[in-house]
């Protein structure tokens, strides 16, 4: 069975199943990230803790382990670090860009950070959940509010339904969803490589200076 069947089988399985709902709020805690003073030079000197900003998930993609940048442990507010395998999620700025952190670490202001609840570690797959914020990235671009600047509505966010399907079902359906990440990854080089391709074949063909007479004089 290929993959397309594969995920046109769960879908039937997932819609004739008994699925719990959770409000977002009751399912995660919720902290801001933040910025550590600039003026403090020690925050930023031999740092060790992942610091992460939209720049990671631009240049490293979604599930990240380290970040560009790293604080000292003198910059951490409270000593407590978010905790690995949370979701950052973009609130304001860069609405909706979000990413699974795998690392103990801390992210900067534009990012509500989405940390399990320990009531609910062991009835979710945190993939599944990384997967499904894609949704919610969604939801977060559609409901805005707007003062001096775009934010997430809070209030709503955390209102936001997550569904709370079988284990065993949150794990087929990772699977799916990462061959066909590897599949669009495997496109995406292959576009990538074409293009190349393409660029030096029309500037080749069409150098007529360098080209069949270009050198008679």
Not at 43 to 57: H, K, Q, V
Not at 124 to 144: A, D, G, P, Q
Request: a neutral charge; hydrophobic letters at 35%; charged letters at 25%.
């Amino acid at each position: 069975m290929d993959m397309q069947s594969k995920a046109k089988k769960l879908i039937e399985m997932i819609q004739t199943a008994s699925v719990e709902w959770k409000p977002l709020g009751e399912v995660f805690d919720l902290k801001n990230g933040y910025t550590p003073s600039k003026s403090i030079k020690e925050y930023w000197e031999n740092g060790s803790i992942p610091w992460f900003r939209m720049e990671d998930i631009r240049e490293n993609g979604r599930i990240l382990d380290s970040a560009l940048q790293q604080i000292s442990e003198s910059a951490i507010k409270g000593g407590k670090l978010f905790p690995a395998n949370s979701i950052i999620m973009a609130t304001s700025a860069t609405i909706g860009e979000h990413a699974l952190i795998t690392v103990p670490f801390l992210a900067n202001q534009r990012f509500t950070n989405l940390s399990l609840k320990p009531e609910f570690t062991d009835k979710f797959n945190i993939y599944f959940l990384y997967y499904y914020c894609f949704n919610l990235s969604e939801w977060c671009k559609k409901n805005t509010t707007t003062s001096s600047f775009a934010s997430v509505d809070m209030n709503g966010f955390k209102r936001f339904p997550i569904p709370i399907p079988p284990l065993e079902t949150q794990q087929k359906i990772v699977k799916i969803l990462d061959k066909f990440t590897e599949l669009e990854a495997t496109l995406e080089a292959e576009l990538a490589l074409r293009k190349r391709q393409y660029r030096y074949y029309r500037d080749f063909l069409l150098d007529f200076d360098n080209q069949i007479g270009g050198g008679d004089s």
